[in-house]
């Protein structure tokens, strides 16, 4: 019931216009074959066009990698394919990651978009099914904001550490002041709010559990 939320705030980041999307409530992904691994995404969408959709929030920035993103965006991809299907049915995957940290210490723009081009020969518009946004908030969180756009007020909502700047968003944007009540619904509900904790636990302990396997 939040999809005029959810449109918003990938218009900011895409600078697209979204006529409408569907939510996907089943985030769950395929296993590869190759390890078996069951992959769980945040926020999957489609949007009217076709297009897929995957948000990922990664608090710990040692969760990111190139390698991982690019893995959600593959089985996306290859799950939207059915039996039967010919590959021209396969629409354009968007992945957008916003990370609780600084990753890409070679340029200092906390929004960065990521394509295929053919280097050799300076061509672009080609496998046009790929793409990637990734948000550094440790860069956001540093950056000089003189006057901010549709896409810093989600970012200050996201990123939640400048109250002044959540204020400002919610006075310019409806779905920025909507987004923020709706949270507020979310904290007011003790079960939900003990589901979530609990949730978090677990997901910290596999984690932990994972870590002391590799060393």
């Known amino acids: 019931g939040n999809e005029g939320i959810l449109e918003d705030f990938l218009e900011s980041i895409l600078d697209i216009k979204i006529d409408s999307l569907t939510l996907d409530v089943g985030t769950e992904l395929l296993p ?3 390890d078996g691994k069951m992959s769980r995404v945040d926020v999957r969408a489609t949007l009217s066009n076709g297009s897929e959709i995957n948000v990922e929030m990664q608090s710990d920035i040692k969760g990111y990698s190139e390698k991982r993103c690019f893995q959600y965006w593959s089985r ?3 799950n939207a394919i059915k039996e039967g299907a010919k590959y021209t049915d396969l629409r354009k995957t968007i992945c957008i990651w916003i990370l609780d940290g600084s990753f890409y210490n070679e340029f200092e723009d906390f929004h960065s978009k990521w394509e295929m081009i053919d280097k050799k020969h300076d061509v672009v518009n080609r496998f046009n099914e790929i793409e990637f946004h990734i948000i550094e908030l440790k860069k ?3 950056s000089a904001i ?3 756009s549709r896409k810093e007020f989600w970012l200050g909502f996201i990123d939640h550490s400048n109250e002044e700047l959540i204020k400002l968003a919610c006075n310019n944007n409806d779905k920025v002041k909507e987004a923020r009540a709706q949270l507020e619904k979310i904290r007011a509900d003790k ?3 003990e589901r979530i904790r609990l949730e978090e636990l677990y997901e910290w302990d596999i984690n932990t559990g ?3 396997a590799r060393n």
């Open 191 to 193: 079960e939900l709010m």
């Open 146 to 148: 003189i006057k901010p």
């Open 140 to 142: 956001f969180r540093e």
């Open 210 to 212: 994972l870590e002391r």
């Open 32 to 34: 590869d074959f190759s």
């Open 76 to 78: 996306i991809y290859s």
